[in-house]
Structure formats: structure tokens, C-alpha cells
């Protein structure tokens, strides 16, 4: 099982940028898929970005493709992901994941408590 806690969330003027990182604890890190899901208020959560365990695959989804970028450090048990050109729309809490699929999906097995980004126009 793994402990996933995020960091590097706050408040960034549009076109702004902002890097999120998640520190694992606890087993079997490298062999999972981490991604990034975030939740505006009032709103579902959204599948943002995953990568494979070993760093090789990606996936973004429309809204970020472009300007998002999701990264991992097995060595050091961390997943980041850069966020460039930030938009108003981006606003949300934004959770790490983790699951031994690799999907664009929402359902992830172990999940962060989540970090803010608020980002203003």
C-alpha cells in the first residue's frame, strides 16, 4: 500500500505557473501508474494526467494537453506535475494518485489529501 501527500499548491495570476509534487511512502512505488485529478467546486472530478511506472507513457487530458506536464523520480518516490500558462478554469483541488492500471480515468486505487490551486484573472 502507498501514502501519497501533495505539495506546492496556492494562488498564481493567469498565465502563471505552478509545479505540484506528490512524495510516496510505503511500498511498491515504481510499479504503479501515478496520475492527476482535480475537483473545482461545484463540479465532478477531472482526470488532469497519469503516467506509467516507469515513466515511459503519458496522458492528458484536452483541457491541459499542451500546457500541463506530469513527471516521476522512482528514485525518490515523487511524481510532479508542471503547469504552465495557468487559466482561471484551472482553479481547483488538484489529488495525486496512484493504481496499477494506467488509464485516463478518475478511479484511481490510493489517493492524496489534495492541494489547492487557485488561480485568479
Known amino acids: 500500500q502507498v501514502q501519497l501527500v501533495e505539495s506546492g499548491g496556492g494562488l498564481v495570476q493567469a498565465g502563471g505557473s505552478l509545479r505540484l509534487s506528490c512524495a510516496a511512502s510505503g511500498g511498491g512505488f515504481s510499479r504503479y501508474a501515478m496520475g492527476w485529478i482535480r475537483q473545482a467546486p461545484g463540479k465532478e472530478r477531472e482526470f488532469v494526467a497519469a503516467?506509467?511506472?516507469?515513466?515511459?507513457?503519458?496522458y492528458y487530458s484536452d483541457s491541459v494537453n499542451g500546457r500541463f506536464s506530469i513527471t516521476r523520480d522512482n528514485s525518490e518516490k515523487m511524481v510532479y506535475l508542471q503547469m504552465n500558462s495557468l487559466k482561471s478554469e484551472d482553479t481547483a483541488l488538484y489529488y495525486c494518485a496512484a493504481d496499477n492500471d494506467f488509464a485516463r480515468t478518475i478511479a484511481w486505487d490510493y489517493w492524496g489529501q489534495g492541494t489547492q490551486v487557485t488561480v485568479s484573472s
Open positions: 503516467i506509467s511506472w516507469n515513466g515511459g507513457y503519458t
